[in-house]
């Protein structure tokens, strides 16, 4: 062997041993060029402001897709504000899950539970009246009260509200109940000593305006009363936000969000 001679056991490769080491250098390639793809991808999406999602769309907030909706005569009415509007009191991840899944699926419930019956004719009042107390027909009386305090719920929200209420409903509300603190405080007793599932209300009965509360679907107009505006306080309207907090909740609500000018036009006082 001559000793001037590199010794090129290990630079010879043989064909295979070649391809194999070509095809190694491929793939490694290949997976830097995907995890830096990733890492583009994830930056782009993290200094995304939340702001340019679709705010109408319900699997833009909770970001599952979104069955078609149930034909039938009912339809989910379109909220009157957008998805981020109630931020910090109510967050676009809890609108998106209240709104787009819960409310919704009453309404795809109650279209299935209407189908091929009188209802399906009828005004949603009138299936509620209908309805209200006859134990075999508890799932279109449940679907129906739940998808009108829903809708009424959302026009009893308005971002930046609280505060004070217009002149003349003030005037009824001090009348009622001695000032307009007093009535904030009732609605939060209210709607905090609710056991379970429920909601609290303004409502007009009679000649004076009172708060009541409700369990599960049922609505203070099953009673002769007429709803003025109203707040939710079913788990699904606060828990991602403030889990068992619902006081918090409700003290937000009051506060920053009630639209009051929405129960004075339900009154029908300006």
Excluded at 140 to 164: D, I, T
């Amino acid at each position: 062997m001559d000793k001037n001679k590199p010794d090129d056991t290990h630079s010879h490769l043989t064909r295979r041993e070649l391809l194999l080491a070509t095809a190694g250098v491929a793939a490694l390639h290949t997976a830097a060029t995907a995890s830096a793809a990733d890492a583009a991808t994830a930056s782009a999406t993290a200094t995304t402001p939340p702001s340019t999602a679709a705010a109408a769309s319900p699997s833009a907030v909770t970001g599952a897709p979104v069955a078609p909706a149930v034909v039938g005569p009912f339809s989910l009415p379109a909220l009157p504000f957008a998805d981020a509007a109630l931020d910090p009191v109510i967050s676009a991840n809890t609108l998106g899950f209240h709104y787009g899944k819960h409310h919704r699926a009453y309404v795809d419930n109650l279209n299935k539970a209407v189908a091929g019956t009188p209802y399906a004719d009828m005004a949603l009042d009138k299936i509620i009246a209908a309805t209200y107390g006859v134990a075999d027909k508890s799932a279109v009386y449940n679907n129906a009260s739940q998808h009108w305090n829903h809708s009424f719920y959302w026009r009893s929200l308005r971002p930046q509200g609280g505060g004070e209420p217009p002149a003349a409903l003030r005037l009824k509300l001090e009348t009622s109940f001695g000032s307009v603190d007093a009535c904030r405080k009732e609605l939060l007793t209210a709607a905090t000593t609710e056991f379970g599932s429920g909601w609290a209300w303004l409502v007009q009965d009679g000649g004076r305006l009172a708060v009541v509360k409700t369990g599960n679907a049922d609505s203070p107009a099953s009673k002769g009363q007429r709803p003025l505006l109203t707040i939710d306080v079913w788990e699904h309207a606060y828990y991602l936000d403030y889990q068992n907090k619902r006081a918090d909740y409700v003290a937000g609500v009051i506060g920053k969000l009630l639209n009051w000018g929405f129960a004075a036009d339900n009154l029908g006082v300006a």
